[in-house]
T-cell receptor, first 110, second 116 residues
Framework: GEDVEQSLFLSVREGDSSVINCTYTDSSSTYLYWYKQEPGAGLQLLTYIFSNMDMKQDQRLTVLLNKKDKHLSLRIADTQTGDSAIYFC??????????FGTGTQLKVEL | DAGVIQSPRHEVTEMGQEVTLRCKPI?????LFWYRQTMMRGLELLIY????????DSGMPEDRFSAKMPNASFSTLKIQPSEPRDSAVYFC??????????????FGPGTRLTVL
């Protein structure tokens, strides 16, 4: 995951927006993904974006992709305590492989 | 479909013992991935199979680790002999298609392995 970088921690208040950022070095990925991992569970796909798109919105989630800067972000509107989890930025690697970032631990405080 | 099933969910063993982790992938999907997750190293791909054939095992740490997929419904990851540094959560994942040509990996709940 060294070519997909994320900050390790983010703390927000319930009801605020959360923005999780990611930078990557390999621009050849066709798709970029955000996965969520809740405590004691496996990773689950949250959303994804095709590399020729700039933005994708899905209910409370907004994904922004800046291909020039190789920057991906995930915005969660009206963050709830149930959003507390680790969020992984992921890009397609070679073949069917995925390259995972280090993960950002989101903590939502009351 | 019950999703990806892994067993056991928790395993505690002593150094030197053989450990076998099991995975039942989502039926009808041809690619299966084994990952290891630790605090220090994050999520690491160990090996993946396509149509029951190992495609890339470059992530397997050493000869103590082996993986098999004898049929489309079952895979094992074996560690023999186990060492304390193998303690981690091991995930199995199935590759499934999404709309628009993308694929995603659907993860199992993981096996938490502790080697004493």
């Amino acid at each position: 995951g060294e070519d997909v970088e994320q900050s390790l921690f983010l703390s927000v208040r319930e009801g605020d927006s959360s923005v999780i950022n990611c930078t990557y070095t390999d621009s050849s990925s066709t798709y970029l993904y955000w996965y969520k991992q809740e405590p004691g569970a496996g990773l689950q796909l949250l959303t994804y974006i095709f590399s020729n798109m700039d933005m994708k919105q899905d209910q409370r989630l907004t994904v922004l992709l800046n291909k020039k800067d190789k920057h991906l972000s995930l915005r969660i509107a009206d963050t709830q305590t149930g959003d507390s989890a680790i969020y992984f930025c992921v890009r397609t690697g070679g073949g069917n492989k995925l390259t995972f970032g280090t993960g950002t631990q989101l903590k939502v405080e009351l | 479909d019950a999703g990806v099933i892994q067993s056991p969910r928790h395993e505690v063993t002593e150094m030197g013992q053989e450990v076998t982790l099991r995975c039942k992938p989502i039926s009808g999907h041809n690619s299966l991935f084994w990952y290891r997750q630790t605090m220090m190293r994050g999520l690491e791909l160990l090996i993946y199979f396509n149509n029951n054939v190992p495609i890339d095992d470059s992530g397997m740490p050493e000869d103590r680790f082996s993986a098999k997929m004898p049929n489309a419904s079952f895979s094992t990851l074996k560690i023999q002999p186990s060492e304390p540094r193998d303690s981690a959560v091991y995930f199995c994942a199935s590759l499934i298609p999404l709309a628009g040509g993308a694929d995603t990996q659907y993860f199992g709940p993981g096996t938490r392995l502790t080697v004493l």
